[in-house]
């Protein structure tokens, strides 16, 4: 198994512009969770899925961002419009017999 | 509700010297306890756990004692190496649906 897939690994964008990013979970993992990691913050629940479906997304900072799972195999983060302060590795992590399995995360930058 | 709190880092060792980084946690019920290793430019792996009280998790020379009348899961290694340099998180899981709680996070960095 290729493990839990992020893209991309970089992304650079101008304050205002929509992002998204994307993530595909371990096959057979029912639960998918979304983290924000930053120096000040640390590390960050946004929201999980359980089956495809949101079950907490109190972590979530605001309406500019929304997270999609239209399927097991494919989840979405996006970000619109996004600013400077959401500059932050973004991890992907999906959850199978208690273990939690990281994606290699997305660095995002808005200039 | 749930929480975990990590010794501040960053924790600065030579080589084959002995590790402690503490962790001490707050639930409510019996939780599961993690500790995950970041390497730079990585995500985070798992390291060790413990699924119950007095459990011992262990791996690659790593152990951590799930405590519960201390409510702690302290990560020991016997002789660090500079491989060992990374972010080390503990974590508990409420066990509803695989929700992980991280701590603040220690980094250690190892000198030759």
């Known amino acids: 198994d290729a493990g839990v897939i992020q893209s991309p690994r970089h992304e650079v964008t101008e304050m205002g512009q929509e992002v998204t990013l994307r993530c595909k979970p371990i096959?057979?993992?029912?639960?998918l969770f979304w983290y924000r990691q930053t120096m000040m913050r640390g590390l960050e629940l946004l929201i999980y899925?359980?089956?495809?479906?949101?079950?907490?997304d109190s972590g979530m900072p605001e309406d500019r961002f929304s997270a999609k799972m239209p399927n097991a195999s494919f989840s979405t983060l996006k970000i619109q419009p996004s600013e400077p302060r959401d500059s932050a590795v973004y991890f992907c992590?999906?959850?199978?017999?208690?273990?939690?399995?990281f994606g290699q995360g997305t660095r995002l930058t808005v200039v | 509700g749930n929480s975990v709190t990590q010794m501040e880092g960053p924790v600065t060792l030579s080589e084959e010297a002995f590790l402690t980084i503490n962790c001490t946690y707050t639930?409510?019920?019996?939780?599961?306890l993690f500790w995950y290793v970041q390497y730079p430019g990585e995500g985070l792996q798992l390291l060790l756990k413990?699924?119950?009280?007095?459990d011992k998790g262990s791996n690659k020379g790593f152990e951590a004692t799930y405590r519960k009348e201390t409510t702690s899961f302290h990560l020991e290694k016997g002789s660090v190496q500079v491989s060992d340099s990374a972010v080390y998180f503990c974590?508990?899981?409420?066990?509803?649906?695989?929700?992980?709680?991280f701590g603040q996070g220690t980094e250690l960095s190892v000198k030759p």
């Open positions: 992590a999906s959850h199978g017999r208690e273990v939690a399995f």
């Open positions: 096959s057979g993992h029912n639960s």
């Open positions: 899925f359980n089956n495809n479906v949101p079950i907490d």
């Open positions: 639930a409510t019920g019996y939780p599961s």
């Open positions: 413990a699924t119950k009280a007095d």
């Open positions: 974590a508990l899981s409420d066990n509803q649906g695989g929700k992980l709680i």
